[in-house]
């Protein structure tokens, strides 16, 4: 049972426009998210975390939301850009001593369409 | 060089052939990690290592030796493997101890098993 979802496994958006990632996880001790971005060719690049003792998190374009009642966290990038158009994973970890262990989602592909 | 690099980026062997993944982290980092992403699936984490001391096997094969000679170095040694074997392989490298921390990727070893 995959304790990630990442239910669409692909959105498209118009250039300038918000682009919205969603992600739901089912396991009420994860206490710390992450999303990566993933061109062709290349590893997950890091972009953003957010910890269960916040709300929201935002690095410039990138904003993360996150509901613990809902179990939910998304992604928001405004103005959205073609150079935006990758697989987006997000990822989730219970927190525990040592090496932290994250579970992720299977993955969007966003299309940012000029 | 910088960052995580792997070697080799592709990678086709039979399955009685033996071969190894190369890892190297240029990031002073302490733990290190072996995925398998196979299609249409999320990253599935197979081994962790911390401080050189293999902390987690995700109920991987025997067919599949990791080795961290140091901190800076991962290898996966890979033997009598069969065609679902067939995936991308990343390695990361995160620092641990000081609460969570994210991870960082190579750019993968395409593995294909004949």
């Known amino acids: 049972d995959q304790q990630v979802k990442q239910n669409s496994p692909s959105l498209s958006v118009q250039e300038g426009r918000i682009s919205i990632l969603n992600c739901d996880y089912t396991n009420s001790m994860f206490d710390y998210f992450l999303w990566y971005k993933k061109y062709p060719a290349e590893g997950p690049t890091f972009l953003i975390s957010?910890?269960?003792?916040?709300d929201k998190n935002e690095d410039g374009r990138f904003t993360v939301f996150l509901n613990k009642s809902a179990k939910h966290l998304s992604l928001h990038i405004v103005p959205s850009q073609p150079g935006d158009s990758a697989v987006y994973f997000c990822a989730a970890s219970a927190g525990n001593s040592g090496t932290y262990k994250y579970i992720f989602g299977t993955g969007t592909r966003l299309k940012v369409l000029a | 060089e910088t960052g995580v690099t792997q070697t080799p980026r592709h990678l086709v062997m039979g399955m009685t052939n033996k071969k190894s993944l190369k890892c190297e982290q240029h990031l002073g980092h302490n733990a290190m990690y072996w995925y398998k992403q196979s299609a249409k699936k999320p990253l599935e984490l197979m081994f962790v290592y911390n401080f050189k001391e293999q902390t987690e096997n995700n109920s991987v094969p025997s067919r599949f030796s990791p080795e961290c000679p140091n901190s800076s170095h991962l290898f996966l040694h890979l033997h009598t493997l069969q065609p679902e074997d067939s995936a991308l392989y990343l390695c990361a490298s995160s620092r641990e101890g000081q609460g969570p921390n994210e991870q960082y990727f190579g750019p993968g070893t395409r593995l294909t098993v004949t």
């Open positions: 957010i910890s269960s003792i916040k």
